[in-house]
Structure formats: structure tokens, C-alpha cells
């Protein structure tokens, strides 16, 4: 597609639910990357990965975080029992190259 | 750990006006970037600087990197109400494809 699509726009998910968030990248766009935005903040790194291979995790805050991308395009990142402090907007940015990130819109996730 | 500090955080301004946002990091990096975010929309790249003393323009944007310093500077002339949204810095470390962000600077140009 012409630009990176995350699904869905908004979440709101009772505590203690799983959710699941979708990230279509750029066709052909190798680098996928998650991060996380909390309201008025700048975004936090979460998980980066070359293909189908997640080659860094080291920013998902706890074991509850999974992210996956099996076939190297769509990505899926998976929260499992939300709790409050998980409420933020989830950012995927895909990458042809070495640098240069087109991010999408964005996942509001809203955990009541 | 590489740390990135934008100043100010908050900026509201008449239009016509000049203004600068500075970014500091603090370690060596390879890549510094610019972006703008409008109230819940996603992030628009605006600049990648690559080299120190790398300077961009678009319309009333500019954007300088000075690597020995660490410190990138978006500058802002004869600002327009359009202009008004949040303005990040993120820098790539080196080696490192992470981005670490600055927390922002939210921009409000006032007719």
C-alpha cells in the first residue's frame, strides 16, 4: 500500500483482556518497528524486526508483550491480560533502507 | 544510554514571528531527526540530518545539525498558524537502529 495501516485505530479493552494490534508496512519495506507513546510524551522503542526476524525485543516492558511478523510483512503485536498502565498509542514504522521510517497511524489503546 | 532533551517543551507564539526549538543529545550519533505530529495523528518526517554542519530547509523550516556540540537546532521563520503542532527530535545512535526521542515541543501560532 502507499503507506503503513494499523488496525484498529481504537481499543478499549477491560483490564485483564488480551488484545492484539496489526501493522500492514510498506510493501517491500524490509525493517518493521514497534513503539509505544504515552499521552505527551515522546515515543518509546518496543521491539524492531529485519524481515521475519525479530532481532530486538529489548523494549517490550514485560513478559505480557509479543510481537511477531511470520511471513515478513504484517506484523501483530499482542498484549496479553492488560492492565491501566498499558494505555497508550502502539506505532508501527516500516524501512526500505538504513534509515529513513514512515509511520502509521497509530492504535489508541485504552485499558478500563 | 543515549538521552535526548528538547527545550522548550511548550512554545506559543504570534504569527510572523521567529523562533527556535534545540535538541541536545548525549552521546555520538549517526542520524538525527526531525518530525511533526498534529493532535492524534501519526508522526510526519520532516528531516533527516546525517553529517555535522547538515542543513535543511523546507518553506519556513530549518533544520542544523551540529555533531560536536550534539545539539540540533529547528528554527522557525515568519511562523503561520498552520505551523501549529508538536515537534520531535529522535536520534539513532550509533550502531543502534533504536530511535530515542525528545519529549517533544508542543507549538501554538496564533493569528
Known amino acids: 500500500g502507499a503507506g503503513v495501516s494499523q488496525s484498529p485505530r481504537y481499543k478499549v479493552a477491560k483490564r485483564g483482556q488480551d488484545v492484539a494490534l496489526r501493522c500492514d508496512p510498506i510493501s517491500g519495506h524490509v525493517s518493521l518497528f514497534w513503539y509505544q507513546q504515552a499521552l505527551g510524551q515522546g515515543p518509546e522503542f518496543l521491539t524492531y524486526?529485519?524481515?521475519?526476524?525479530?532481532?530486538?525485543k529489548s523494549g517490550l516492558p514485560s513478559d505480557r508483550f509479543f510481537a511477531e511478523r511470520p511471513e515478513g510483512s504484517v506484523s501483530t503485536l499482542k498484549i496479553q491480560r492488560t492492565q491501566q498502565e498499558d494505555s497508550a498509542v502502539y506505532l508501527c514504522a516500516s524501512s526500505p533502507t538504513p534509515y529513513g521510517y514512515t509511520f502509521g497511524s497509530g492504535t489508541r489503546l485504552t485499558v478500563v | 544510554e543515549l538521552k535526548v532533551e528538547q527545550n522548550p517543551l511548550f512554545l506559543s507564539m504570534q504569527e510572523g514571528k521567529n523562533y527556535t526549538i534545540y535538541c541536545n543529545y548525549s552521546t555520538t550519533s549517526d542520524r538525527l531527526y526531525w518530525y511533526r505530529q498534529d493532535p492524534g495523528k501519526s508522526l510526519e518526517s520532516l528531516f533527516v540530518l546525517l553529517s555535522n554542519g547538515a542543513v535543511k530547509q523546507e518553506g519556513r523550516l530549518m533544520a542544523s545539525l551540529d555533531t560536536k556540540a550534539r545539539l540540533s537546532t529547528l528554527h522557525i521563520t515568519a511562523a503561520v498558524h498552520d505551523l501549529s503542532a508538536t515537534y520531535f527530535c529522535?536520534?539513532?545512535?550509533?550502531?543502534?537502529?533504536?530511535?530515542?526521542w525528545g519529549a517533544g515541543t508542543k507549538l501554538i501560532i496564533k493569528p
Open positions: 524486526f529485519q524481515n521475519e526476524a525479530q532481532l530486538d
Open positions: 529522535a536520534v539513532e545512535e550509533d550502531s543502534n537502529y533504536q530511535l530515542i
